[in-house]
């Protein structure tokens, strides 16, 4: 049975940093692609951030430059550092991924950054 699970986040002043971890186990192998979304209460979900099996990437422009996704093949761990942290970034934040046609999510990770 796939399961991500997340650590991390927490609350922080802005200009502060954190990372978020998502570790997955019941896979075949490495993980492959893994999405980081995150959602603000009343609000969709937004996609942040995503890497894929080869190592692209994707940053929405609100977090370009201040977030990167980096991953640990050998821990099956994909990582969200999130630097310059602002205020309107405070969310829960998700991992996803999908395989077999089925998405899987993390449990979630609450990030508040206070002004």
């Known amino acids: 049975q796939v399961q991500l699970v997340q650590s991390g986040g927490g609350f922080v002043q802005a200009g502060g940093s954190l990372r978020l971890s998502c570790a997955a186990s019941?896979?075949?192998?490495?993980?492959?692609?893994i999405d980081w979304y995150r959602q603000i209460p009343g609000q969709q979900r937004e996609l942040v951030a995503s890497t894929t099996d080869v190592g692209s990437t994707y940053y929405a422009d609100s977090v370009k430059g201040r977030f990167s996704i980096s991953r640990d093949n050998a821990k099956n761990t994909v990582y969200l550092q999130m630097n310059s942290l602002k205020p309107e970034d405070t969310a829960v934040y998700y991992c996803?991924?999908?395989?077999?046609?089925?998405?899987?999510w993390g449990q979630g990770a609450q990030v508040t950054v206070s002004s």
């Open positions: 019941g896979t075949r192998g490495s993980i492959n692609a």
């Open positions: 996803m991924t999908i395989i077999s046609y089925r998405d899987y």
